[in-house]
Every structure is written in structure tokens, then in C-alpha cells.
């Protein structure tokens, strides 16, 4: 029988809207770039070619609802809004006709980011690690099932800070939507259950200061929200 020398860490899972079960998260990736009014205001320009991800741990993932401590080592700490989509079945190479049978189900996400340290790091050509791989920085609501949802193409996509909206869009404004991300991410990695994907955020990033609260919601996802409180 394995014994391990210290205790595991439990594993991180996100509550199933409407039901006592708990999705178990395994990776977390995140796409970059998704929305074109964001990209521009990063001063970037798309690729509708091809998407891009980084990744956050799975033990970043915190739920709606939480208070967090303002993190370390960041004077500019950023919002993004975003879809996120649940894998429930495995697979690989997975054809774009097909992609949508692989998924859960859809929940609302914040993909919390030490702006001035991913800015640092992209000028640099290094990896973005230390500014998009935060503790609690995978901030997810509760999943609800496409069962139940269906698997959204469009509807509204927003968020308030201390009730002041910030952010304001359309998921039809996604580049590369579910179906395209799922075909392409499969290329790449063998997708389980388990596997978290972040779409994109739109326009309207912006920091947060400690007392701040932010509230987003998606059509037909319910709503997230989070609380910065001073380190
Ligand atoms: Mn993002």
C-alpha cells in the first residue's frame, strides 16, 4: 500500500449548479487574444489562424463567492471576464463536428492576472507564468450542464466593479469559439474529464485595488463574483 510522506493536496472541484456533485478539475488552460476589441486594447494584434493558451494550476481554481488577499508581487492587478467550458469526455483529435459532445457543461470564470508582470514577461519573451499562474487566480461559478444550457454561441457577457460596469460584450464576439478551441487544444493534449478551458476575455480589463468587489455575469451561466481584500 502507498504511503505518501505528507498528506495530499485536496483535490480542487468545482460545484455542479442544481446538484451535490463536484467537477474535479485536472488542468486548466486559457486562451489568450479571443476577443478582437481586447486584443486591440492590448495593443496586439489576433490570430485568426490559430489560438494560443497558457495554463494556470488546478489549485489556482477558488469559486465564486470567494474573498482573496490583493497577491504579491503586483502593483496592477486585472479582471478578465470569461466563458468557461468543462470537459466531460475524453479525447484526442477531436473533429470540430464533434467537439461539443465533449463537453459538461459552462460555468462564468475570472482569469485574474498580474498585468504589469505578464506585460514584463511578454516584452521579454518569457512565459507568462508568474503573471497569469496567481494563486486564486481561477476564479469559476458553478457549472451549469449543457444538458441544461445547451452549448452557448452568443448572449451577453459583463462585468461591474463596486457596481460600475467594465466590461460589456457578446460571446458571438468570440474568434475561435468552443467548437474550434476544442478541435485545436485536442491536437495537442489527450482532453479528459476534468479539463477546464477559459475562452478569452473581452475589452474593458482593469485593476483592482484591495475592498474592491467585482460581480460578472453570462446569459443563461447565472453570475461570479470576488472580493479583494487587503494582503
Ligand atoms: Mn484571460
Redesign the pocket.
Known amino acids: 500500500m502507498t504511503t505518501y510522506l505528507f498528506p495530499p493536496s485536496p483535490i480542487p472541484a468545482i460545484p455542479v449548479a442544481g446538484s451535490n456533485d463536484r467537477y474535479p478539475v485536472r488542468r486548466i488552460f ?3 487574444r ?1 476577443y478582437e476589441a481586447h486584443a486591440k486594447e492590448m495593443g496586439v494584434q489576433v490570430d485568426r489562424e490559430a489560438p494560443f493558451y497558457f495554463t494556470k494550476a488546478a489549485d489556482t481554481y477558488v469559486p465564486s463567492g470567494a474573498s482573496i488577499s490583493y497577491p504579491p508581487g503586483t502593483s496592477n492587478y486585472h479582471y ?1 471576464m ?1 466563458l468557461v467550458a468543462v470537459i466531460g469526455k475524453a479525447g484526442f483529435e477531436i473533429p470540430r463536428e464533434q467537439a461539443l459532445e465533449h463537453v459538461f457543461g459552462y460555468a462564468c470564470g475570472l ?1 485574474m ?1 498580474r498585468r504589469d508582470l505578464q506585460l514584463a514577461a511578454r516584452e521579454q519573451r518569457r512565459p507568462w507564468d508568474l503573471g ?1 499562474d496567481v494563486e486564486q487566480s481561477a476564479v469559476i461559478s458553478a457549472i451549469v450542464p449543457a444538458q441544461q444550457c445547451g452549448h452557448p454561441s452568443s448572449g451577453a457577457i459583463e462585468l461591474r466593479v463596486n457596481g460600475e460596469q467594465k466590461q460589456s460584450s457578446d460571446l458571438s464576439l468570440l474568434i475561435h469559439g468552443i467548437s474550434d478551441l476544442i478541435a485545436h487544444l485536442s491536437r495537442y493534449y489527450h482532453l479528459t474529464p476534468g479539463d477546464v478551458i ?1 475562452t ?2 473581452p475589452e474593458g480589463v482593469g485593476p483592482v485595488v484591495a475592498g474592491d468587489h467585482i460581480a460578472g455575469s453570462i446569459a443563461g451561466l447565472g453570475d461570479i463574483s470576488l472580493t479583494i481584500q487587503a494582503a
Open positions: 486559457c486562451v489568450g479571443n478578465e470569461e482569469d492576472t497569469k477559459f478569452g476575455t
